[in-house]
């Protein structure tokens, strides 16, 4: 049975690895080069622990970085999951987010508040040609976000990748400076939340101390 399970996993990672591909013509060097990041990761010892215990730590933050694997719904569906823990809770939630870019946080507010339908949001992003990952994975954070009353960040923006980190970084200290003790929720690239880039350079910009938690989804060298 265990064969049979890691069999089945193994399929899955590489049929998402190649969805993923479809949506390049080639891999550029810089991504390639920023793949290389995770070998000083990879040989660090893990271990499993209970979902309990995630929720703990995640409760013990104020920075949530959580890896997004574009291709793959899982991703996201684990973070409504680990979301609707958080609902009703002391502190408020904010979502930053990879897959709008900065400049179009208006469109956000504008779709959250019943401005624009889905459609008219979805093409004042330019959606299908900014980002092209299927818009079903992440549509649901926009319904829980009306729920629930909390508030989702744009955080693309164009450049390298390294330059997008740091813009990112900037809103995400934006925020944090006005709503400090807010869950702040990041869904980013898995490779932007290596220690050594996103939350590493988000620290190093910020005026405030914060505690943060990374949690990696699908870095398969480790899984």
Do not use: C
């Amino acid at each position: 049975m265990k064969l049979n399970i890691k069999k089945s996993r193994l399929e899955i990672n590489k049929t998402t690895k190649e969805k993923a591909l479809e949506y390049f013509d080639y891999l550029p060097e810089e991504v390639v080069n920023y793949q290389k990041g995770l070998d000083l990761y990879k040989d660090i010892p893990y271990s499993i622990i209970a979902f309990e215990e995630l929720i703990d730590a995640i409760e013990a933050a104020n920075l949530i970085f959580l890896g997004d694997f574009h291709t793959f719904d899982q991703s996201s569906k684990n973070l409504e999951r680990l979301l609707k823990k958080f609902f009703n809770r002391s502190h408020n939630i904010t979502l930053g987010v990879e897959f709008v870019h900065i400049k179009h946080q208006n469109y956000i507010e504008d779709y959250l508040n019943n401005i624009i339908t889905e459609r008219e949001f979805l093409e004042s992003i330019n959606y299908k040609e900014s980002w092209r990952f299927p818009w079903i994975h992440y549509k649901t954070f926009f319904q829980l976000a009306r729920e629930n009353k909390f508030q989702i960040v744009a955080l693309n923006s164009e450049g390298d990748i390294n330059q997008r980190d740091i813009e990112a970084a900037k809103v995400i200290n934006q925020y944090m400076t006005v709503k400090p003790k807010d869950y702040f929720f990041i869904l980013f690239g898995e490779l932007h939340i290596l220690p050594n880039r996103l939350p590493k350079i988000t620290k190093e910009l910020s005026d405030i101390d914060f505690n943060e938690i990374i949690i990696h989804q699908n870095l398969e060298d480790i899984y």
